[in-house]
């Protein structure tokens, strides 16, 4: 387990990196972080550039909290996918533009463009409306979410998941560039979509998709 402290600075760092992206706006969104006995999250209602690590929220699996500021109206969301998902360490939630403009819609991403496969399948499903902060927004997603690592959320925003903030950040920048190139495709016509045969054949390249570790070499004549 890394120190706690790091990753609440990590946690703020992030939450600012978000907004210079383009992945949010003030001080929607939120972030959370697996950590020993629960999960940090960002408060609610705050100014990411006046975070200090105090502000993140040590949140329990039963919904209790300690520090002195309150969780992120999100909170249940963050806990239930961390309690389905064992193998996610961070969830980030944001507003982004083109996501949230496709949510909207009630659009999810199809198929149009081969690192759609990103997200975890085929698709990049679009969870329907439920209020924030609720057990059924909360429910809703979790099913959008069976198999991916990504979702929208209708008329909210996008959520994307990973093993740790870095790789959380990073897959929800590619689904906010999928978004805004899928919306750009949308004003000239309806994109072409690549078929389940190949976007199979992508998942599985996907599996060993960038560096890999290094093998072990040992000296000749070990």
Known sequence: MKDERAVRETMIATCRKMNAAGLNQGTSGNLSVRVDGGFLLTPTGMDYEALVPEDMVLMRMDGS?????RPSSEWQLHRDILEARPEVGAVLHAHSMFSTTLACLRRGIPAFHYMVCAAGGVDVRCAPYATFGTAELARNVLDALEGRKACLMANHGMLALGRDLPSAFK????????????WRALQVGEPVLLDDAEMARVLEKFKTYGQQSAPVLTPSGA
Do not use: N, Q
């Open 65 to 69: 909290h300690e520090g002195p500021r």
């Open 171 to 182: 897959l929800a920048v590619e689904v906010e560039t999928l978004a805004a190139m899928y």
